[in-house]
């Protein structure tokens, strides 16, 4: 029993090293773009469509073959996400001209898209029995963990070894051939497998009942991605014009404590408890918003690090608990689609206000479009928590 219990983790922590690999690969052109500015002279704008192609592809995913897993398996979703991590890849090494940026995101929102809940379900279904919150804890960690790795290892290859538009791609393709290895020493956990035809795309909806907890808890869903997409979009334009910071390793580690801090905020929501999780969630991206308003004013990069840290914390906060609160007012039978809505929201929340900023960013400045970004989001998630400090979420959640 006890050899079954090692090798069920052994595979439960291999499955969330995987997990962990393809998230890495999605963040891992963040710290470059000013590179690739300088070398395809595009502008601010550019950057930020370039970036949101990528949840456009997550949510493209989510819609059509969101659950495709629970029919075909855990394990052929999860190679094929490999597949267009390993593609993605190839188009950023590859690239000669804007077109190939805008391929190699496309291709890492789809594998983001086959990964995000199949991964998630697939670490947790390997644990052994009784093992169902340290699975998550594994689950979590492996996602925003790794999400947070592939700003980190891009920043430090770009600025301590050579060739720092090929070499990360290069390492990342190693790690996902590993991973590839990986995976096929893994156990499939469906038993009744059906033909990939068999699936249908998923139809987004929310209930009536469900609507009192889905308004606000989408609504900070919505602005802890925002804030996570500005960061890994613009944050290195803002450190390298305004604060004159150039080191690649700075900048992708000011993007990766942003995802280690939400990690941590999710995690916290076990011992907050749901209910408190959403304000408190709330309260922490209002602070967060606060921090990063002071940074485009004063141009001080301790207040960037404090905005990354305190907006992490409240994005995890707020999203774990959004998840967690949704999920417990849905029936049953339409739980499923009311989670995919869920998730449709918050990646339009990467997509939607970047564009906005980068629209902004030529006729009022860099800091001046971060400005407006955060005036609308505060509204925003400033509303969500009124409404959920005169309407709770119920204490069962």
């Known amino acids: 029993m006890d050899g079954d219990r090692r090798r069920g983790w052994r595979q439960c922590l291999l499955a969330g090293a995987v997990f962990a690999v393809c998230m890495a690969g999605t963040t891992l052109p963040t710290p470059l773009y000013p590179l690739y500015q300088e070398k395809f002279g595009f502008s601010e704008l550019v950057v930020t469509v370039v970036y949101a192609v990528y949840a456009f592809g997550v949510i493209g995913v989510l819609l059509l073959a969101g659950n495709a897993s629970d ?3 855990r394990r052929p ?8 991590s390993a593609a993605s890849a190839v188009c950023f090494l590859g690239a000669t001209a804007l077109g190939w940026l805008y391929a190699g995101r496309l291709l890492s929102g789809l594998s983001a898209g086959l990964f995000t809940g199949a991964a998630t379900v697939y670490v947790m279904e390997l644990a052994p029995a009784g093992g169902a919150s340290r699975a998550t804890f594994v689950a979590t960690a492996a996602n925003m963990g790794g999400l947070g790795c592939g700003p980190l290892l891009a920043g430090v290859l770009a600025q301590y070894a050579p060739w720092p538009l090929y070499l990360p791609f290069v390492v990342h393709l190693f790690l996902v051939a590993v991973s590839a290895a990986v995976l ?7 038993r009744e497998r059906r033909p990939l035809g068999t699936v249908r795309p998923q139809r ?12 606000p808890a989408a609504i900070a869903a919505f602005v802890g991605f925002a804030l996570f997409g500005v960061f890994t979009s613009v944050s290195p334009a803002f450190l390298a014009q305004s604060l ?3 080191d690649h390793a700075v900048s992708g580690l000011v993007v990766a404590l942003a995802f280690f801090a939400s990690t941590a905020g999710q995690l916290a929501v076990g011992r907050v408890g749901v209910r408190r999780s959403l304000p ?10 606060a921090l990063l308003a002071g940074a485009l004013v004063w141009d001080l990069l301790a207040l960037v690090v404090a905005s990354a840290l305190v907006g992490g914390v409240g994005q995890g906060l707020a999203f774990r608990g959004a998840l967690s609160a949704v ?10 689609a009311v989670i995919s809505t869920l998730f449709v929201v918050a990646y339009a929340g990467i997509s939607v206000p970047v564009i906005g900023v980068g629209l902004l960013v030529d006729p009022i400045g860099l800091e001046g479009a971060g400005l407006a970004f955060i005036t609308c989001m505060a509204a925003l998630v400033g509303a969500a928590a009124v409404y959920l400090l005169r309407r709770p979420v119920p204490a069962d959640a």
């Open 280 to 289: 408190l969630g709330c309260a922490g991206l209002l602070a967060g918003l």
């Open 184 to 190: 096929l020493g893994l156990d499939e956990t469906v």
């Open 244 to 246: 004159d910071v150039h």
């Open 204 to 215: 987004p909806g929310v209930p009536p009942p469900v609507r009192p907890v889905f308004g």
């Open 327 to 336: 999920a417990a007012a849905s029936p049953p039978d339409r739980r499923a």
């Open 71 to 73: 029919a075909v398996g």
């Open 77 to 84: 979703v999860l190679l094929a996400g490999l597949g267009f």
